[in-house]
């Protein structure tokens, strides 16, 4: 955990956001996978980590504004779990390294809240159901409400203060990120024709793990890049096809790293290939190269989509008044998601306290449009942000032949050209960036993007 002077200097800063009333963290509990004993992996709730740095079940937290403290609710081992589970620092040893000097036993928590119920009591939406359930029993709220409940103010605070990533944050990131370049680095030496997907996987994986840390999200390792959320990990890697790899390590504090490299599974790409590839780089780049405070990111997506159609129209696969196509949303077809999102203790940054929240503001709405819908983060950016650029160019059949079924945008696709390439799954590259005063800066060492650098790496296979 980080000195608790942090902890300290977070939840000053957040009580002088709120004013008044009780702040309640939850912190998430072990979820049985097949039974109560055989749980999935522990992961700590991020807004209870990053106010009260512990990373253990069965806590809750309160920030009484009012009474101007913080307690830490949670029950001591008893021995027969200690037999379990090993010995641990007491609870109140535990909330002192966070700079918490109340405790009390889990079972108080309820009662706390029964005597405050005359205040306002803010808390986040619940993403587990065991949470949503106990604040049904701890605010006595009706199950199917308690949800919509949740404090927007606490919400926007929260947002607010999480999104400017501070020194150590960011150190932690590059840390995350210099592991998570390493994974990257390893499967394009590793892969070659005749390993399964699962291999890659199972090898990048090793990699979080071994360094004291873990997955920030699950691995999507594949050869059919044009599926964007790919789990799948059964195929067998065949010459003249293409790795998508989109994985990121988490360091040991929970700061996340979210990096995608395509490859070649031969030592070298197609022209075909090649062309696509170095089109979606282009984006990158340029859009990395844009960014800087206070622009719009929706309009770094809206450059990303401009070049990936003027790329197109020189490859013959679209056609017509690109302007015109940017505004009607026909890149779509080719980049169906958003240019990026924020990044930091959870990869999709602070999203489950409500993606709009984090990525939208009144006055910049979520469009409609398919594409443009799917962009997580649309607002202003800030000194301190750190965000994904990640445009892709995918070939996705089953989409190809709705649309060209339907005549959709057929004044700027070329649905004869792009018939041709059904075949050439997809590309997408992706790094993260920190907003500096004066620009940006690309977290991490270098990790291999160019064509003749991904290339030279193949060559060592
Ligand atoms: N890394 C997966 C995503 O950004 O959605
Ligand atoms: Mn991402």
């Known amino acids: 955990m980080f000195s608790k002077e942090i902890y300290n200097q977070r939840r000053s800063v957040l009580g002088k956001a709120l004013y008044s009333g009780l ?6 509990d072990e979820m049985g996978m097949n039974c109560k004993d055989n749980t999935y992996h522990f992961r ?49 040893e535990q909330a002192a390294q966070v ?36 604040l049904h029993q701890l605010l006595g709220k009706p199950l199917n409400v ?53 291999e890659l996987a199972g090898l990048v994986e090793g990699m979080a793990v071994a360094s004291g840390g873990n997955l920030a999200y699950p691995v999507i390792m594949t050869v059919n890049g044009q599926t964007l959320h790919n789990h799948y990990h059964g195929n ?22 979210d990096i995608t490299r395509t490859f070649p599974v031969d030592k070298t790409f197609t022209s075909r290939q090649k062309d696509i590839y170095n089109l979606v780089l282009k984006a990158e780049v340029d859009c990395i190269e844009a960014l800087k405070p206070d622009m719009l990111y929706r309009d770094m997506h809206l450059k990303s989509a401009k070049i990936i159609l003027d790329g197109l129209k020189t490859l013959g696969l679209t056609k ?33 306290l409500g993606e709009n929240y984090v990525g939208y503001r009144n006055g910049i709405e979520r469009s409609k449009l398919f594409g443009l819908k799917s962009l997580r983060l649309a607002k202003e950016l800030k000194t301190g942000y750190v ?14 032949d709705q649309w060209k079924v339907e005549g959709r945008f057929k004044e700027f696709i070329n649905y004869d050209a792009v018939e041709k390439y059904k075949d050439f799954s997809g590309i997408r590259i992706e790094d993260n960036i920190l907003i500096t005063e004066t620009g940006y800066r ?15 790496l193949r060559a060592e296979v």
């Open 23 to 28: 702040l309640l963290f939850l912190g998430n």
């Open 44 to 92: 700590q709730d991020s807004s209870f980590l990053y106010y009260f740095g512990l990373d253990q079940p069965n806590l809750a937290a309160v920030m009484d504004l009012d009474e101007g403290k913080s307690i830490i609710f949670g029950d001591e081992m008893s021995v027969e779990y200690i037999v379990w589970m090993g010995a641990q620092p007491t609870i109140a």
């Open 99 to 134: 700079g918490v000097l109340e405790t009390q036993p889990y079972d108080e928590l309820e009662a706390y809240l029964q005597k405050a119920a005359s205040r306002p009591i803010h808390y986040l939406p619940p993403y587990r159901a065991n949470h949503t359930i106990k």
């Open 146 to 198: 308690v949800s919509n409940h949740a404090s927007v103010e606490l919400i926007q605070a929260i947002v607010q203060q999480r999104s400017v990533k501070s020194a150590e944050e960011i150190a932690e990131m590059e840390k995350a990120v210099n592991v998570t370049g390493q994974m990257h680095i390893q499967a394009m030496r590793q892969a070659k024709a005749g390993m399964k997907e699962a």
């Open 236 to 257: 067998t890697l065949q010459s003249g096809q293409m790795v998508l790899g989109d994985y990121g390590a988490e360091t040991g504090l929970h700061y996340a790293g």
């Open 320 to 352: 017509g008044n690109m302007d015109d196509a940017l505004e009607a949303g026909a890149y779509g077809l080719f980049f169906p998601h958003g240019l990026g999102h924020q990044i930091g203790l959870d990869v999709h940054d602070m999203e489950n």
């Open 387 to 400: 965000l994904t650029v990640e445009p892709g160019i995918y070939f996705i059949p089953e989409l190809i």
């Open 442 to 456: 690309i977290l991490g060492e270098p990790i291999p993007k160019t064509v003749k650098e991904v290339e030279a």
